[in-house]
């Protein structure tokens, strides 16, 4: 089937030690997006990727970072977590087709920050 | 600017009741789009419904049902005859025409015992 995936679904870093989380799928969608959601908070857009054109939200920390190598992978780094960066991170595809525009969402990788 | 309201941030039923969730949008643009979205404790936010803002017709789809209406902004979600497996948190969100961000509302705890 395809499908929006998330690897690690759960990744434990110390504080300040760079980590990676990645994200691929096979729905061929033009638009991939990195949402961060804290503990019972709604999820929070950092940046999404249209094609190779980044857009990154106003208020998004300077220590995020994405990289889109290709049309199926999306790559958030964050370069020096501290602990308010604890949280989930959802990895969303759409086409980017306007009129039937809907996010299709992976399965989250849980971060700790010790 | 874009703001959802889901005033219910926790709702308890018994198996069985039907339960309505509730959601409340505001938005200066006159094409827009709405979403529910389920996310049991697993952390995959699901896609449940996307509603167009010209199409006010309600919608069922077995349990589930929806009901849009523009002259009080509100876009409510009904569960008929709720199951454990309803148990979730679910999340109203509203998408303008020009953007491709989600805006969430705070989502609503719902608590399903048998």
């Known amino acids: 089937d395809a499908m929006v995936i998330q690897n690690p679904r759960y990744q434990v870093t110390q504080f300040g030690k760079p980590v990676t989380l990645s994200c691929s799928q096979t729905l061929n969608h033009n638009v991939m997006y990195w949402y961060q959601q804290k503990s019972s908070q709604a999820p929070k857009l950092l940046f999404h990727y249209y094609d190779k054109d980044f857009n990154n939200e106003a208020d998004t920390p300077d220590n995020f970072q994405s990289r889109r190598p290709n049309t199926s992978f999306c790559f958030l780094d964050i370069r020096s977590p501290g602990l308010g960066d604890t949280a989930m991170y959802l990895c969303?595809?759409?086409?980017?087709?306007?009129?039937?525009?809907?996010?299709?969402f992976g399965p989250g990788t849980r971060l700790l920050v010790l | 600017a874009q703001k959802v309201t889901q005033a219910q941030t926790e709702i308890s039923v018994v198996e069985k009741e039907d339960v309505t969730l509730d959601c409340v949008y505001e938005t200066r643009d006159t094409t827009y789009y709405l979403f529910w979205y389920k996310q049991p404790p697993s952390g995959e936010l699901v896609f449940l419904i996307r509603?167009?803002?010209?199409?006010?017709q309600n919608e069922i789809s077995g349990r589930y049902s929806w009901n849009f209406q523009k002259s009080t902004s509100s876009f409510n979600f009904t569960i008929t005859a709720s199951q454990v497996v309803d148990s979730a948190v679910y999340f109203c969100a509203l998408m303008g025409r020009y953007g491709n961000k989600l805006v969430f509302g705070a989502g609503t705890i719902l608590r399903v015992k048998s």
């Open positions: 509603r167009n803002s010209f199409d006010e």
């Open positions: 969303a595809t759409s086409t980017g087709g306007g009129a039937e525009e809907t996010q299709y």
